[in-house]
């Protein structure tokens, strides 16, 4: 059974449609949900959990309808939003135990739950002090940790890395990872960098201006298409030629190449060739991607969800160049 199941799901506001006839079936695992700012992710959640009625269409969250049964969404589902929104005079424990308490949780469960997610999410001796003293990767803590508290079984967080330095991006993922890994709570995850989701997710929604542009396994993105960083220590013009040669789409960017992946044999004609010109290979390596690629490429045949007339790259997205000119 989906866990979130939308059909031609709309949302306009004077002169602007947030989401534009979004039809979708979101399996159980971690999701995440790309698109750049003002593309709709946080209206999407909005619906989702029934805080905001859509101007046309249906959705249903754990097999629950939004607009008639959002309270019983709210019970079983977490929400971590994306602007800040946390009382700077109380302390995280202080916090949490209360939202535990909202929720319905007695005293003693709220606080324990509370302590106990609290250490998940990586807060300790802290947790005792105001929240006002925290830094950005703290509060993100705080506010997946009130997410987390109800044991819902399905948790929506938008932009849970927003403002955080690398470290606290990777901490952030990796916590992530481990609610779905560890308590089989499914996720559903907004952030505007396809890289980052690739790495943490099971399956990826894109929407662009409120419509769908994709929704498939990460796998499926990244066996399929997506762009290499091909390193090697002398030659990098002749392995470029040589590729070219082998009918691969390739162009120089810096001391590397950047090779289009067009199937698994792209691989094996990098590794041949390298071997061929009797090169050194410094590395071979997966670039993130940037969203306009996806916007450029077209959609996996067969993927879920993808609408009919097909994807429109935005003005301007990139074409790579047949041939090498080193
Ligand atoms: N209450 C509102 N009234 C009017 N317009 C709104 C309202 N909420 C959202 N919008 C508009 O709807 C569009 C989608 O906004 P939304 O916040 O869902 O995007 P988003 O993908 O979450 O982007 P961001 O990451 O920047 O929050 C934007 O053009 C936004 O200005």
């Not at 071997?275 to 071979?284: A, K, S």
């Amino acid at each position: 059974m989906p866990i979130i199941a939308t059909r031609g799901l709309t949302m306009r506001f004077p002169g602007v449609t947030a989401l534009d006839d979004l039809t979708l079936d979101v399996e159980p695992g971690i999701v995440g949900l790309v698109g750049a700012n003002g593309a709709g992710k946080s209206t999407l959640i909005k619906i989702l959990l029934g805080l905001q009625p859509a101007s046309a269409g249906q959705a249903r969250v754990l097999d629950l309808d939004v607009t008639r049964q959002g309270e019983l969404i709210r019970e079983r589902v977490g929400y971590m939003p994306e602007y800040d929104c946390l009382p700077p005079d109380v302390s995280a424990t202080e916090f949490v135990v209360h939202m535990a308490r909202m929720s319905g949780l007695p005293p003693t469960a709220a606080r324990e739950r509370a302590a106990d997610t609290l250490r998940h999410v990586g807060l300790y001796e802290e947790r005792y002090r105001p929240i006002g003293g925290y830094s950005t990767g703290m509060r993100q803590k705080v506010k997946l940790a009130q997410a987390l508290v109800h044991d819902p079984r399905l948790v929506f967080l938008d932009e849970p890395t927003n403002g955080l330095d690398p470290a606290g991006r990777d901490e952030m993922l990796e916590l992530i990872r481990r609610i779905g890994a560890e308590f089989g709570i499914s996720v559903l995850v907004t952030s505007h960098l396809l890289g980052e989701l690739e790495r943490t997710c099971d399956h990826i929604v894109i929407i662009d201006g409120g419509r769908l542009l994709r929704s498939q396994a990460v796998e499926a993105f990244t066996t399929d298409s997506g762009t290499l960083v091909v390193e090697v220590e002398e030659g990098r013009d002749a392995l470029g030629q040589a590729l070219a040669g082998a009918g691969l789409t390739v162009r120089p960017e810096g001391r590397a190449l950047l090779v289009e992946v067009a199937g698994e044999r792209t691989f094996d004609l990098i590794r041949d060739a390298v071997v061929e010109l009797d090169l050194l290979l410094i590395r071979m390596e997966r670039r993130r991607h940037h969203i306009e690629e996806v916007f450029a490429t077209p959609a996996a045949p067969g993927a879920a969800g993808v609408p009919p007339q097909g994807v429109q790259a935005p003005p301007g997205a990139a074409v790579p160049p047949r041939g090498y000119q080193g």
